[in-house]
């Protein structure tokens, strides 16, 4: 497997480039910025963006999609719970002092048990809703890592008090769905530092067993 990480934009979103590395088909997960930088790691490992995966619709996340779209052709796939969020992209970028990134056009919506593959990568959609009602994770069960967007950071959780957020919807999305995975699995937080469920599930202080 090919794993690019690459934090974008003010907010520093980890973009993940996601490559098999025999057919060289591609996936890329929140494209929020830097756009060029993407398309840099794309060339360098001589990929083909087939799929463009939102793990949830704020704008830091979502922002250069569509300028990704226009030179590869991968269509763009979100949860549809967030499709509301997706049409306040404008109002978004008011709050951040950020451009207004303009539309976006989705190809499908990614649910609970959907499956998005890249060659012979595959992932399995975990539909987390809390940090955003159409937060979704993306599973790789042969390669043990877990793509988590804004619902798990490492010693964190997603903030619940924006629009569409709820506490106790990100709580149960955790301890019903991605604390069920594997304690060696790597995770990849939507900003900053990796981790692993193990770590999380021993000494997050959102999710320790009180
Ligand atoms: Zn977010």
């Known amino acids: 497997m090919i794993h690019e990480i690459l934090p974008?934009?003010?907010?520093?979103?980890?973009?993940?480039?996601?490559?098999?590395?025999?057919?060289?088909?591609?996936?890329?997960?929140?494209?929020g910025d830097d756009i060029e930088d993407v398309l840099a790691l794309v060339r360098k490992h001589n990929l083909q963006v087939k799929q463009i995966v939102i793990t949830h619709a704020h704008i830091d996340h979502v922002g250069g999609a569509m300028k990704l779209r226009a030179t590869t052709g991968a269509s763009i796939l979100l949860n549809q719970n967030d499709y509301a969020l997706l049409k306040m992209l404008d109002v978004q970028a008011s709050w951040l002092g950020m451009a207004d990134p303009g539309r976006v056009e989705i190809e499908s919506s990614l649910g609970q048990a959907d499956t998005v593959r890249a060659g012979t990568l595959v992932a399995d959609v975990i539909h987390t809703p809390g940090h955003?009602?159409?937060?979704?994770?993306?599973?790789?069960?042969?390669?043990?890592?877990?793509?988590?967007?804004?619902?798990?950071?490492?010693?964190?959780?997603?903030?619940?008090?924006?629009?569409?957020?709820?506490?106790?919807?990100?709580?149960?999305?955790?301890?019903?769905?991605?604390?069920?995975?594997?304690?060696?699995?790597?995770?990849?937080?939507?900003?900053?530092?990796?981790?692993?469920?193990g770590e999380e599930r021993e000494s997050n202080p959102f999710l320790v067993k009180r």
Do not use: M, W
Request: proline content about 7%; glycine content about 12%; aromatic content about 4%.
């Open 8 to 31: 974008v934009g003010p907010l520093q979103c980890n973009c993940s480039v996601i490559g098999d590395e025999t057919t060289r088909e591609a996936l890329v997960i929140d494209p």
């Open 132 to 197: 955003t009602e159409g937060s979704i994770c993306l599973y790789f069960p042969a390669e043990r890592k877990l793509i988590a967007g804004d619902t798990l950071f490492a010693g964190s959780i997603g903030r619940t008090d924006l629009p569409g957020g709820s506490f106790d919807k990100i709580i149960s999305s955790l301890h019903e769905k991605v604390l069920a995975l594997p304690d060696e699995t790597v995770v990849v937080p939507g900003h900053g530092a990796l981790t692993t469920i």
